[in-house]
């Protein structure tokens, strides 16, 4: 039973990260006079464009840390299914235009299983 949780949500998963690099993903948001996006935001924002992109419902996004507006910055965003597996998710800042930061964004090969 467990492995077939794992598969489906692995399959799941692997959706999403298709999806992400078939698309080739990016994103913007305006953000205020500091060129700084929130984790919250970020994870929000990312979750938004994962569902549109893979028309399946937002998945579970988290993000340890704000997203300075500076180009080349990066953060690592971890997505978690509903049986604990997870996958990552890559953010590079593309370029920022005043209150706006621009990014683009790409989930990992492979879900990482849950724990036991």
Known sequence: MATT?????????????????????????????????????????????????TGQPEPDITCPEDLAGKVGTTTRCKLTADDGSTLGVSVKVTSVDGDQINFDFQADDTASPAPN
């Open 5 to 53: 949780r794992l598969s489906a949500a692995t399959s799941i998963l692997n959706a999403v990260a298709v999806g992400v690099l078939l698309v080739g993903c990016s994103a913007s948001v305006s953000v205020g006079s500091t060129p700084k996006m929130s984790s919250d935001t970020l994870a929000t924002t990312l979750a938004e464009k994962l569902a549109a992109t």
